[in-house]
């Protein structure tokens, strides 16, 4: 693949992200290896003078009209050639700023629905897709008279926080009412207010779906969805609460199971209207069907974009930076290894202080990385109420069997020491 630096102009994409994000770092790589100039635009105070000397656009994600009108200016003495967002919360705003710029990219309105899980669930009923029942209740309601709508098993979530945060499965009266008081505290917590958003005053009660849960990487471009990779999750994600471990690829499912799923959510995407840009879609597959739980304008989340590699050793990221600028994806293909990774999940809560045997992981037969995001001394909390995880273990190998059997491996050789929160200290006297 040729790069961009070739041309005679250096093109420029706008990278909206959180401060934090696992994959800034990646995708700079990739624009450095592709000749792009990276611009990024990021939740931070605008009275600070650059603090992370990456001369970003400061914005505010919950402020979707200054942040948009901040931009605009900016692209007016520096133009911007594509658009790409990491995350959930700066969708609407880079899907406006695309449209703004005349820019190909997925609609507002469409990044809108597929940012909140109630408006997609109406949005996938009205258009006659499997979907489970649900009701909708504010935080103030009663639970007694949400229980007289509901059938169980239910999963109880909030409408827009991601990464399983705030799920849980509910299978009786007294579960529900205690899991509605338990995100209700998440909810308001300082943290999840902090965004200003008015959908966390929201929660979903819906019908739980068993069976296979399942993940598909994709790209739409101009309306057609191109399939990157379709994600199994070995592990069974029945309750209590919904942690994600496992992602390996290629699929176990038959062929016509994986066209089914393919199909399913090429008509979901469709049915909210989403058009131009990175996909990431979670369904459930069992007898009845293929039921999309989401599909999030958005590319696989945190490290996880390291387990999908393409010919030529080409990254996730830099295929992500040329479809931005323009470049089809009918020719590009996952590489002939299976491979996977493993979220690392906190064992439990507590202040974590360190951990030991990573060498022994990385030992493993197929094992390529284990990287530790949780730091010495920082706090630990588990889903629910919970949104990340100790790290993130790679692996890659002939088959996608033999990639699951290496992360657990891998996993079985690390221990954590995490200490409780408060510790309680003794007096001895004599």
């Keep these: 693949m040729k790069t961009f630096s070739e041309n005679d102009k250096v093109p420029r994409v706008l990278l909206f992200a959180t401060t934090t994000g696992y994959q800034t770092r990646a995708f700079g790589d990739a624009a450095d290896r592709l000749g792009v100039e990276l611009v990024f635009a990021t939740d931070r105070c605008h009275m600070l003078d650059d603090p992370w000397q990456d001369r970003a656009i400061p914005i505010r994600f919950y402020d979707e009209q200054a942040s948009v009108d901040a931009i605009l200016d900016a692209a007016r003495t520096n133009p911007i050639d594509g658009v790409l967002v990491v995350g959930d919360r700066p969708t609407v705003i880079a899907a406006r700023v695309a ?15 597929a940012r909140n899980k109630r408006l997609l669930r109406e949005r996938l009923r009205e258009s006659g897709l499997p979907a489970p029942s649900f009701v909708v209740a504010s935080l103030d309601a009663d639970p007694r008279a949400v229980v007289r709508s509901v059938s169980f098993p ?75 990779a379709l994600f199994d999750k070995p592990d069974p994600l029945d309750g209590p609460f919904f942690e994600e471990t496992i992602y390996v ?8 199971v994986q066209r089914a799923i393919g199909d399913a959510v090429r008509r979901a995407a469709s049915a909210i209207g989403l058009r131009h840009g990175p996909i ?12 999309v739980l989401e599909v999030a304008a958005r590319p696989i989340g945190g490290l996880c974009a390291r387990a999908l590699r393409f010919e030529e050793q080409v990254p996730l990221e830099e295929l992500l930076l040329r479809h931005a600028l323009g470049e089809s994806p009918d020719r590009w293909r996952r590489e002939s290894d299976a491979s996977g990774v493993m979220m690392i999940p906190i064992p439990r809560r507590g202040i974590f202080r360190g951990i030991s045997g990573v060498d022994a992981a990385l ?12 730091k010495t001394d920082q706090r630990l909390v588990p889903l629910p109420e919970g949104a990340s995880y100790l ?40």
Excluded: Y
Excluded at 99 to 113: D, Q, V, W, Y
Excluded at 367 to 372: D, K
């Design 99 to 113: 449209e703004a710029l005349g820019l190909p990219g997925h609609p507002p309105a469409a990044a809108a629905i």
């Design 154 to 228: 239910a999963v109880i979530k909030p409408v827009a926080l991601s990464g399983s945060r705030g799920v849980m499965r509910v299978d009786d009266p007294t579960g529900l009412r205690a899991a509605f008081a338990r995100l209700g505290r998440l909810l308001q917590s300082a943290d999840v207010l902090a965004e200003r958003d008015a959908a966390h005053q929201v929660v979903l009660v819906e019908d739980f779906i068993p069976g296979r849960e399942r993940a598909v990487e994709a790209l739409m471009h101009h309306g057609d969805l191109h399939v990157l």
């Design 249 to 256: 690829t290629p699929s176990s499912e038959p062929p016509e």
């Design 280 to 291: 990431h879609a979670e369904c459930r597959v069992n007898a009845n069907g293929v039921f």
């Design 363 to 374: 030992a493993v037969d197929g094992v390529e990385v284990v990287e530790i995001t949780a």
């Design 391 to 430: 790290g993130f273990i790679f692996a890659r190998g002939e088959s996608a069997a033999f990639v699951e059997r290496a992360l657990r491996a891998a996993h079985a050789a690390l221990e954590f020491a995490v200490d409780p929160e408060w510790q309680v200290v003794q007096s001895h006297h004599g």
